[in-house]
């Protein structure tokens, strides 16, 4: 009877350490299993931070171009301005210029005219002066 209990109590201790070596051994491979998931998780997130950093460097890039290309376009655009307002102001001064001469030559054709009418009204009397002349 001693030997049943004392094989008893024997079995009962080697079958405990066997469940706990079980139990040990499960949580070393729930670790390892969840180390390698992290792993696995790291190199797809630097993978995919990899692809947006790309992204990244392209939209800067491009919006560094556009950037570059709208601020020649603005000075260029400039340039022209400050061309055309010269242009402008020849013109202006070219109108004037041209109004002055359309009066100088409105007074011309007027005193032209005024001319003209007396120049008329002198031939009307030597014609009259010539008829009474020939009929007498």
């Known amino acids: 009877m001693l030997s049943a209990i004392l094989v008893f109590i024997v079995y009962f201790k080697i079958d405990k350490r066997h469940r706990n070596a079980e139990a040990r051994q499960s949580e070393g491979n729930a670790l390892s299993t969840m180390q390698e998931a992290y792993g696995k998780f790291t190199q797809d997130y630097i993978k995919e931070f990899d692809k947006l950093k790309q992204a990244f460097d392209l939209l800067q890039k491009s919006k560094d171009e556009t950037e570059l290309s709208s601020n020649n376009k603005i000075r260029q ?3 022209k301005l400050g061309e055309t307002k010269k242009e402008r ?7 004037r210029q041209f109004e002055l001469q359309t009066e100088q030559d409105q007074r011309t054709v007027n005193e032209l005219t005024r001319k003209i009418d007396r120049y008329e009204e002198e031939l009307a009397r030597y014609r009259i002066y010539i008829q009474r002349f020939s009929t007498s």
């Open 89 to 95: 102001i020849v013109l202006l001064k070219r109108i």
């Open 77 to 79: 655009l400039e340039h």
